[in-house]
């Protein structure tokens, strides 16, 4: 099962299969504009066309030299300026990618390392509009812009901003530490992340031409786009490329030690027989790829660590959160938060997940993996106090440990630097997944089939407030005109639900009480 066909069945809401050529999936666009919407920039002139919405559409849009052959783990190169013309009327790329039934954009047909690419949507006749960014998720090792849960249409037609897409290398074209190994690829352990700044820069540079005001530009993304834009505020490379950040389920917790992500790196270039990196950059992508896949777990949610960034003190911080504790990101306002419900996503995979994960807790959680003052059954064990041990529990206790816990202590930490806004989104409608991971995509992007049983004024609520601090740094709007402040000392959480959304004071309190000594041990 796809997350596209379960996100169907589950009532979640519902990409339907007429609406990916609306939205211009897989992989032609309807085009309805006369003209072609040129746009010149230092580095082309883009032809983009006008979608069934009504919205200007520019796709594939090249943000870098493509990262081949001797450019491969290498950071990302700026383009050279040119007078040329381009079709920007289709997606470009994938990056290379395994098949994973958790994310749509690894079943897209074209996929290769030249993925460095960007889209953008634009509905509003007024110019100089806030800039809104989404980085995909797919925990650093598949996903792509081409997903149609991140099509920007929707959202660009009824807002007043303009929407940017991108793409960024993946797995180990993206991180592979082969720092260790070859002092020439020191970066190769978070060029994802390079290639996510390269994005801004271009944006920085070009988004005025297309109507966008490069001062007011928001990063926002969800799961391992979440864990970039947490990264991106505390990266000296990337200061002054936004002003804001929306990070929806993933904190600065989930990276990579040196030390384990070299590990990888050293399998990898054993099972592939070469003796040094040199010979590694004359395989194929293919063989690439396939050296990957043999290395890699077949189970879903199994070893995420081994692809998340590199935190090695050079180019990303040594440790992430305590530099967002010191201030890293001041002046970077926030809205984050979480999904109620985020591990359960993966019981639509293995009926028998939350077994597995409590049997060897550190293979599936990088915070676990990182904590060794006491094993995680002992936490467990501690969190529980009068409560049952039953799998309702630990599901809950797994959820707080791994995400809203983390989630929450960074948004703490920023609020003494910048403004903050906390959300936890609890709508669900299947008994067994709830409120999971993912399950909030449908509805900031408002792709859903109206025949379904989906919340379009939950959209529109949450579209609002996304919007609303884009453009000013304050989420509230018409539909929420007062959303508090988040602070150690006032932690307000906006309940986003279909039923009502309202301000809960210390909401999750006793659990961030109970289990903050796992990231500040």
Same mark, same amino acid.
């Given at each position: 099962?796809?997350?596209?066909?379960?996100?169907?069945?589950?009532?979640?809401?519902?990409?339907?299969?007429?609406?990916?050529?609306?939205?211009?999936?897989? /992989?032609?666009?309807?085009?309805?504009?006369?003209?072609?919407?040129?746009?010149?920039?230092?580095?082309?002139? +883009?032809?983009?066309?006008?979608?069934?919405?009504?919205?200007?559409?520019?796709?594939?849009?090249?943000? #870098?030299?493509?990262?081949?052959?001797?450019?491969?783990?290498?950071?990302?190169?700026?383009?050279?300026?040119?007078?040329?013309?381009?079709?920007?009327?289709?997606?470009?790329?994938?990056?290379?990618?395994?098949?994973?039934?958790?994310?749509?954009?690894? !079943?897209?047909?074209?996929?290769?390392?030249?993925?460095?690419?960007?889209?953008?949507?634009?509905?509003?006749?007024?110019?100089?509009?806030?800039?809104?960014? +989404?980085?995909?998720?797919?925990?650093?090792?598949?996903?792509? !812009?081409? @997903?149609?849960?991140?099509?920007?249409?929707?959202?660009?037609?009824?807002?007043?901003?303009?929407?940017?897409?991108?793409?960024?290398?993946?797995?180990?074209?993206?991180?592979?530490?082969?720092?260790?190994?070859?002092?020439?690829?020191?970066?190769?352990?978070?060029?994802?992340?390079?290639?996510?700044?390269?994005?801004?820069?271009?944006?920085?540079?070009?988004?005025?031409?297309?109507?966008?005001? /490069?001062?007011?530009?928001?990063?926002?993304?969800?799961? =391992?786009?979440?864990?970039?834009?947490?990264?991106?505020?505390?990266?000296?490379?990337?200061?002054?490329?936004?002003?804001? =950040?929306?990070?929806?389920?993933?904190?600065?917790?989930?990276?990579?030690?040196?030390?384990?992500?070299?590990?990888?790196?050293?399998?990898?270039?054993?099972?592939?027989?070469?003796?040094?990196?040199?010979?590694?950059?004359?395989?194929?992508?293919?063989?690439?790829?396939?050296?990957?896949?043999?290395?890699?777990?077949?189970?879903?949610?199994?070893?995420?660590?081994?692809?998340?960034?590199?935190?090695?003190?050079?180019?990303?911080?040594?440790?992430?959160?305590? #530099?967002?504790?010191?201030?890293?990101?001041?002046?970077?306002?926030?809205?984050?938060?979480?999904?109620? @419900?985020?591990?359960?996503?993966?019981?639509?995979?293995?009926?028998?997940?939350?077994?597995?994960?409590?049997?060897? /807790?550190?293979?599936?959680?990088?915070?676990?993996?990182?904590?060794?003052?006491?094993?995680?059954?002992?936490?467990?064990?501690?969190?529980?106090?009068?409560?049952?041990?039953?799998?309702?529990?630990?599901?809950?206790? #797994?959820?707080?440990?791994?995400?809203?816990?983390?989630?929450?202590?960074?948004?703490?930490?920023?609020?003494?630097?910048?403004?903050?806004?906390?959300?936890?989104?609890?709508?669900?409608?299947?008994?067994?997944?709830?409120?999971?991971?993912?399950?909030?995509?449908?509805?900031?992007?408002?792709?859903?089939?109206?025949?379904?049983?989906?919340?379009?004024?939950?959209?529109?609520?949450?579209?609002?407030?996304?919007?609303?601090? =884009?453009?000013?740094?304050?989420?509230?709007?018409?539909?929420? /005109?007062?959303?508090?402040?988040?602070?150690?000392?006032?932690?307000?959480?906006?309940?986003?639900?279909?039923?009502?959304?309202?301000?809960?004071?210390?909401?999750?309190?006793?659990?961030?009480?109970?289990?903050?000594?796992?990231?500040?041990?």
């Amino acid at each position: 099962m796809t997350r596209r066909d379960f996100i169907k069945t589950s009532a979640v809401g519902l990409v339907a299969a007429g609406y990916f050529d609306l939205l211009g999936l897989f /992989p032609e666009q309807k085009i309805f504009a006369s003209d072609n919407l040129s746009v010149k920039t230092r580095y082309g002139i +883009f032809n983009g066309f006008l979608d069934k919405n009504g919205v200007k559409t520019w796709l594939g849009i090249p943000y #870098a030299e493509p990262p081949v052959k001797n450019l491969r783990w290498q950071a990302p190169q700026p383009l050279k300026p040119t007078n040329k013309t381009f079709d920007a009327k289709k997606f470009g790329a994938a990056a290379v990618q395994s098949v994973d039934p958790t994310e749509d954009a690894s !079943s897209y047909k074209n996929q290769s390392e030249d993925c460095l690419t960007l889209n953008i949507w634009k509905k509003s006749k007024k110019n100089n509009l806030p800039v809104m960014v +989404f980085i995909h998720g797919g925990g650093f090792s598949v996903g792509g !812009s081409v @997903d149609s849960l991140y099509n920007g249409s929707n959202f660009a037609a009824a807002n007043d901003v303009i929407i940017v897409t991108l793409n960024y290398r993946l797995n180990v074209f993206g991180f592979l530490n082969l720092a260790a190994i070859d002092k020439n690829f020191e970066d190769s352990g978070y060029i994802g992340i390079k290639d996510q700044i390269a994005a801004l820069q271009w944006i920085k540079e070009n988004i005025s031409e297309f109507g966008g005001n /490069p001062e007011n530009v928001t990063i926002f993304g969800q799961s =391992a786009g979440s864990i970039s834009c947490m990264l991106l505020t505390v990266t000296p490379a990337a200061k002054n490329l936004f002003q804001k =950040a929306i990070p929806q389920s993933g904190h600065v917790r989930f990276y990579n030690t040196p030390e384990d992500s070299t590990k990888t790196a050293e399998k990898f270039m054993e099972i592939s027989g070469v003796k040094n990196v040199g010979e590694l950059i004359k395989k194929s992508s293919d063989e690439i790829k396939n050296i990957y896949l043999k290395i890699s777990s077949g189970g879903i949610g199994e070893n995420p660590s081994e692809y998340l960034p590199t935190c090695d003190g050079k180019f990303l911080p040594k440790n992430p959160l305590q #530099a967002l504790k010191e201030g890293a990101a001041s002046g970077i306002k926030f809205l984050t938060g979480n999904v109620a @419900d985020e591990w359960r996503l993966w019981l639509q995979f293995d009926e028998n997940f939350f077994q597995k994960y409590r049997s060897n /807790p550190k293979k599936f959680s990088p915070v676990f993996a990182k904590y060794n003052a006491k094993n995680p059954e002992e936490i467990y064990k501690n969190w529980l106090k009068n409560r049952s041990d039953n799998e309702e529990n630990f599901i809950n206790f #797994a959820t707080q440990s791994d995400w809203r816990v983390g989630q929450e202590i960074s948004a703490e930490y920023q609020s003494k630097f910048a403004d903050v806004y906390f959300y936890v989104f609890s709508h669900w409608e299947n008994e067994i997944v709830r409120a999971c991971h993912d399950s909030d995509l449908p509805y900031v992007f408002n792709v859903s089939d109206e025949t379904q049983n989906f919340s379009q004024n939950l959209s529109k609520m949450i579209q609002a407030s996304w919007t609303a601090f =884009a453009a000013t740094g304050n989420p509230d709007n018409k539909f929420i /005109p007062h959303w508090e402040k988040y602070s150690a000392e006032n932690r307000q959480t906006m309940e986003l639900n279909s039923k009502n959304c309202v301000c809960h004071k210390d909401l999750n309190t006793e659990n961030l009480n109970s289990l903050r000594y796992v990231y500040e041990s």
